[in-house]
C-alpha cells in the first residue's frame, strides 16, 4: 500500500504541475451550475423536455455561451451532437449547425424535433389532436410485440407490455408518415417511465419486481407510471410546448436559408475527417465521459423500439469513442485520418508525461490484480488517443480564431485523479489551439463510495473548456462545402 501512495503522491504532483502551467486560464465561474452543464435544467425548457436525455447540457448553456462569445452568423458544430440541443439553440437564434451523432436514439431525437419544428408544411398537430382525443389503441385488436434485447426482457409489466404493442399496430394505420414517427417518438420518450427499469451510467437498474436477480439491496424504483397515463401525459406536453400561449414554433426562423441543421449518422472518429477544412465558426460540445457509462445499454429500450438488434448492438458499443471497459482499441483509425496530421497527434498524445503516469500506475495495478475491472486502463488509453485524434480534426475544420467550447468531468481510477480538463488542454495546445479559459464549476463532484473507504473523500473538477482554433493557414486548400452533404 505505502507503494500505491507514493505513486498516486507522484501522480498529484504531476497534476499540480499541469494546474501551474494553466493557472491564469483557470477560472472558477459562478454563472456555471451542475444543473446548468447536465439535462436538469432541460426539464422545463418546450420541446428540449420531451425525451429524458440525462447526458445531455442544458438549452440556458448553450443560450448563455454563444452570448459570451458573441456568436451571432455562420455554422456551429458538435461531434458529440447526443439530442441536438447545440443544434437547436442555434437554428433558434438564426444560426447554422451540424451534428454529427452516433447512437440512433439521439439521430431520432434531433430527426424528430427537426420534423416537428422546422418543417411548416405538415398537418402533423391535428393528426396528435385526433389520437390525443380518440385514443385508437385502447380499442384495437392489433399489436406489435416489442422487438426486445436479451438486456431488455422483462422489463415492463403484462398489461403495460400489451398496451403498447396496441399502441404500436395502430401507428401502422396512420397515413402520414410525420404522424406516425412524431407518435412512435411519444412512446420513446416513456419507455423508461413505464418500465421496471432505471438508467444508471454504467447499466440498467432492475426495479425488485421485475423478478429479475437483485443485489444485496433490492432496488424500489418507486411508481411505475401506466402506459396509459404516461402515453395521454406525454402528447399533452408536446401538444402544449407546440401550442401554448408562445409556442415553439414560435421561435423557430421562418426563412428556409436560416437556422439549417445538418446531421451525419455515425462515429465522429470517422465523420469528422470527411468535413471541409476551416469551414465551422464555433464547436460547441459535450464528449462522453471517461466514466464507464455504456450509453448501449443505458438506451437497450429505446434501441431495441428503433429496431437495433443484438449485433447492431454490440457494433454501437465498439464503435463509441472509449468510454466502456468493453471497447477495444480501433484499428482502422490510421486509414481515416491524413497521416501527418495522424503522426502529429500520436507524438502530443505521446508526450503528455502526466497521462503516461497514470497509464502505467493502472497498468501496474492490473498486473497485481487490484482493479475491480481489468478493462480500466485499455478504457482510459484509448480513449485519451481518441480524443487526441478528435481535437487535432477540429483544429483542421475550425476557421482560424473559432472557439471550441467542451464541458467534461474528471475522474478518478484507484485513488489516482485524472485531470481530464487540464490533459485535454495540453494536448490542444500542441495542436495549435489557444487554451483562453477553462471555467470551474463552484462544486465539484465526489468521489465513489468505494473509492473513499479506501483513499479518501476528495471532490472532482467538473469544467467547460474554452479553446481558439490556431491561426496558421491550412495545410491544404479548403473547399466551401461540407464534404460528405448537400
Given at each position: 500500500m505505502f507503494r500505491v501512495m507514493e505513486t498516486i503522491k507522484s501522480i498529484s504532483n504531476m497534476n499540480e504541475a499541469l494546474e501551474a502551467r494553466f493557472a491564469a486560464q483557470m477560472q472558477v465561474n459562478l454563472h456555471l451550475t451542475r444543473a446548468l452543464v447536465s439535462f436538469q435544467a432541460n426539464k422545463r425548457e418546450q420541446g428540449?423536455?420531451?425525451?429524458?436525455?440525462?447526458?445531455g447540457f442544458s438549452?440556458?448553456?448553450?443560450?448563455?455561451?454563444?452570448?459570451?462569445?458573441?456568436?451571432?452568423?455562420?455554422?456551429?458544430?458538435?461531434p458529440f451532437a447526443g439530442a441536438g440541443t447545440t443544434l437547436f439553440v442555434a437554428s433558434q437564434r438564426g444560426l447554422a449547425s451540424t451534428g454529427i451523432e452516433l447512437l440512433p436514439i439521439g439521430q431520432e431525437i434531433i430527426e424528430v424535433r427537426k420534423?416537428?419544428?422546422?418543417?411548416?408544411r405538415r398537418g402533423f398537430v391535428d393528426d396528435l389532436k385526433r389520437w390525443h382525443k380518440a385514443k385508437p389503441w385502447k380499442r384495437s385488436g392489433h399489436s406489435h410485440p416489442f422487438p426486445?434485447?436479451?438486456i431488455t426482457m422483462g422489463a415492463f409489466s403484462k398489461e403495460n407490455e400489451a398496451l403498447l404493442g396496441r399502441y404500436l399496430a395502430e401507428i401502422d394505420r396512420e397515413g402520414s408518415e410525420a404522424t406516425r414517427r412524431l407518435l412512435r417518438f411519444a412512446a420513446l420518450c416513456i419507455l423508461e417511465q413505464i418500465s421496471y427499469t432505471r438508467k444508471d451510467g454504467q447499466y440498467l437498474r432492475w426495479d425488485y419486481r421485475s423478478g429479475r436477480k437483485q443485489g444485496v439491496k433490492p432496488f424500489d424504483k418507486g411508481k411505475i407510471g401506466s402506459f396509459d397515463e404516461a402515453i395521454d401525459a406525454k402528447l399533452s406536453e408536446i401538444l402544449g410546448d407546440l401550442e401554448?400561449?408562445?409556442?415553439l414554433l414560435d421561435l423557430f426562423p421562418t426563412s428556409p436559408n436560416s437556422g439549417q441543421i445538418d446531421v451525419a449518422g455515425g462515429s465522429c472518429l470517422e465523420e469528422l475527417p470527411k468535413l471541409s477544412g476551416r469551414y465551422f465558426d464555433a464547436l460547441i460540445t459535450s464528449p462522453p465521459y471517461c466514466n464507464r457509462y455504456d450509453y448501449t445499454?443505458?438506451?437497450?429500450?429505446?434501441?431495441?423500439?428503433?429496431?437495433?438488434?443484438?449485433?447492431?448492438l454490440k457494433n454501437l458499443r465498439q464503435a463509441m469513442l472509449s468510454c466502456t471497459v468493453e471497447n477495444r482499441e480501433k484499428q482502422s483509425l490510421l486509414s481515416l485520418f491524413e497521416e501527418n496530421r495522424f503522426?502529429?497527434?500520436?507524438?502530443?498524445?505521446?508526450?503528455?508525461?502526466?497521462?503516461?503516469?497514470?497509464?502505467q500506475y493502472l497498468d501496474d495495478r492490473k498486473a497485481a490484480q487490484q482493479l475491480n475491472n481489468n478493462g480500466i486502463p485499455?478504457?482510459?488509453?484509448?480513449?485519451?488517443?481518441?480524443?487526441?485524434?478528435?481535437?487535432f480534426e477540429c483544429a483542421r475544420i475550425l476557421k482560424p480564431g473559432a472557439p471550441l467550447v467542451m464541458v467534461n468531468d474528471n475522474v478518478r481510477y484507484e485513488g489516482a485523479n485524472i485531470s481530464v480538463d487540464l490533459i485535454l488542454s495540453s494536448i490542444a495546445e500542441s495542436a495549435g489551439f489557444n487554451v483562453e479559459k477553462i471555467w470551474v464549476l463552484p462544486n465539484g463532484k465526489g468521489n465513489s463510495s468505494q473509492q473513499m473507504g479506501e483513499f479518501g473523500r476528495e471532490a472532482l473538477r467538473k469544467c467547460v473548456y474554452i479553446w481558439r482554433a490556431p491561426k496558421a493557414k491550412p495545410a491544404r486548400k479548403p473547399s466551401l462545402q461540407l464534404a460528405g452533404h448537400q
Open positions: 428540449f423536455r420531451w425525451f429524458k436525455y440525462k447526458e438549452a440556458a448553456l448553450i443560450h448563455y455561451l454563444l452570448d459570451y462569445l458573441g456568436i451571432r452568423s455562420g455554422t456551429v458544430l458538435d420534423l416537428t419544428l422546422l418543417d411548416r426486445h434485447l436479451r401554448g400561449d408562445i409556442g445499454r443505458t438506451y437497450a429500450l429505446e434501441l431495441a423500439l428503433l429496431g437495433v438488434g443484438e449485433d447492431g503522426s502529429c497527434a500520436l507524438e502530443s498524445f505521446r508526450s503528455q508525461e502526466c497521462l503516461g503516469g497514470i497509464l485499455r478504457m482510459v488509453r484509448n480513449y485519451f488517443w481518441e480524443m487526441t485524434l478528435v481535437i
